[in-house]
């Protein structure tokens, strides 16, 4: 499976401030999602955007999707240090009558309180 | 019932033990899936079952064998692992059909390899 590229792999920010990260792909898509992992364990959804979507938003997060240059971002405002964790994009491909999710490689966000 | 329960949390095996992963669900998901992840590495996946039927194998070695029982349950057989083998193995599942395609991880079972 290919994966997709997040940068930045780790970013350090100030509780309070915005945190952004960014995710390529190299595949078509039919929906891009975020996840959130804590210390290594389970992943939980955060928010998802289809392919004919530019744009959507959920309490503090923002997604982007750009299709034409493969990409997607998402930005985390007024950070708390709740949010220190490890994020993944993950890129959905129908394949063989279902569908697959691919995860990039991971931004890992640490909020100094 | 929203969750995902994996079970054992932990467990360590010899490279000639045999053992099993169980994964259940009751939310009525159809779609179930195995991911390995290494240490600050993301989840690969491995299979992919659908109806209670394997859809995706992704190349995974013999040595890993998963199974679907019912609608409920998934497991995975571990026979003969290499120490590479250690790593989290998360199950998740999500429903088919209608729009919402989001998946639903277990917690992971945290498998060491000696």
């Known amino acids: 499976s290919q994966q997709g590229e997040e940068d930045p792999q780790a970013l350090s920010i100030q509780e309070g401030e915005n945190a952004t990260m960014n995710c390529s792909y190299k595949?078509?898509?039919?929906?891009l999602q975020w996840y959130r992992q804590n210390s290594g364990r389970g992943l939980v959804h955060l928010i998802l955007?289809?392919?004919?979507?530019r744009e959507k938003h959920s309490g503090r997060l923002r997604v982007t999707l750009d299709t034409s240059k493969k990409s997607s971002s998402l930005l985390i405002t007024a950070s708390r240090a709740a949010d220190t964790a490890s994020y993944f994009c993950a890129t959905g491909e129908r394949a063989s009558g279902t569908y697959k999710y691919i995860f990039g490689t991971g931004t890992r966000l640490k909020v100094l309180a | 019932d929203t969750e995902v329960t994996q079970t054992p949390k932990h467990l360590v095996m010899g490279m000639t033990n045999k053992k099993s992963l169980k994964c259940e669900q009751h939310m009525g998901h159809r779609a179930m899936y195995w991911y390995k992840q290494k240490a600050k590495k993301p989840p690969e996946l491995m299979f992919v079952?659908?109806?209670?039927?394997?859809?995706i194998n992704e190349s995974v070695p013999s040595r890993f064998s998963p199974e679907c029982p019912n609608s409920s349950l998934l497991n995975l057989h571990l026979h003969a692992l290499q120490p590479e083998d250690s790593a989290l193995y998360l199950c998740?599942?999500?429903?088919?059909?209608?729009?919402?395609?989001?998946?639903?991880f277990g917690s992971g079972t945290q498998l060491s390899v000696l």
């Open positions: 998740a599942s999500r429903p088919i059909g209608g729009s919402n395609e989001k998946l639903f």
């Open positions: 079952y659908s109806y209670e039927k394997l859809s």
């Open positions: 595949t078509s898509i039919n929906n």
């Open positions: 955007i289809r392919s004919n979507e």
